[in-house]
């Protein structure tokens, strides 16, 4: 089977020379110059290998990425114009498997597909479906894993006691929704909730302190005042 590579760059005419070395290999190249169509073709389409440009009108490539690594672990390589470490960096810890820096040779760019997918085809069964349950969650360089039982900060381990772990992993798991304090509380402790409890704001205070989260803007545990909390 011939596999599928999504090619996203906003620079045309580098997307389509990616298009023709690609396709002369055989492969069946999904092209796009934007990332919100680009998305789309992942939600629509089995995708075997991403190659994100970093700088896109929309969403950057770093964001792709994310949302990629939310269901699947298809293979991605990042491009960028910028010789920065702190790029580089940040694309492999949120997920990214090879970056490429421009200019570059095609003839490059279809080695290192050939070898990403390889490696993939090599540790996983192609036959199966990509999405799979989730054991580990990378928000904004928040990364907390439920097999390891540990959580990490930029790179930096956070010791969390295991109610301020089974906190964060909840919250995760429901990323973008607003918990209520309740629902919090019973899923955690497995006790009624009564509303005078403050046992959950005290250990939301305490996990906001671990993740250096500024009192008034928090980057990752908000307050929804009257409801609960939410991790964007």
């Known amino acids: 089977m ?29 092209k796009y ?46 491009l960028t114009a910028k010789i920065d470490n702190g790029d ?17 040779n095609p003839l490059e760019v ?16 192609p036959t199966k479906k990509q999405f799979f349950p989730k054991s580990e969650y990378d928000i904004r360089g928040l990364i907390i894993n439920k097999d390891t039982h ?19 992993w909840y919250l995760c798991e429901h990323q973008g929704k607003v918990v209520s304090t309740e629902e919090l509380f019973e899923n955690i402790w497995k006790e009624k909730y009564l509303d005078n ?9 305490r996990l906001r302190e671990k993740l250096n989260e500024p009192a008034k803007n928090p980057k990752f545990i908000k307050t929804v005042w009257g409801v609960g909390y939410e991790i964007e």
């Open 150 to 168: 540990k959580c990490f900060l930029f790179g930096k381990e956070i010791s969390l006691t295991p109610i301020e772990f089974s906190i964060l």
């Open 197 to 205: 409890n403050n046992t959950v704001m005290a250990h939301i205070g």
């Open 33 to 78: 110059y934007n990332g919100i169509e680009a998305l789309e073709c992942i939600q629509k389409t089995e995708i075997d290998l991403a190659i994100l440009d970093v700088m896109l009108p929309d969403i950057d490539g770093f964001r792709i990425c994310q949302k990629i690594r939310e269901n699947y672990y298809f293979p991605v390589i990042m």
């Open 2 to 30: 011939n596999e599928k590579i999504l090619v996203v760059d906003d620079e045309k005419e580098i997307a389509d020379l990616l298009e023709v070395y690609l396709k002369n290999d055989n492969y069946i190249v999904h």
């Open 88 to 104: 580089k960096i940040m694309g492999l810890t949120i997920g990214a498997d090879d970056y490429i820096t421009k200019p570059f």
């Open 110 to 125: 279809i080695a290192r597909v050939k070898t990403q997918l390889r490696r993939y085809q090599k540790y996983n069964n």
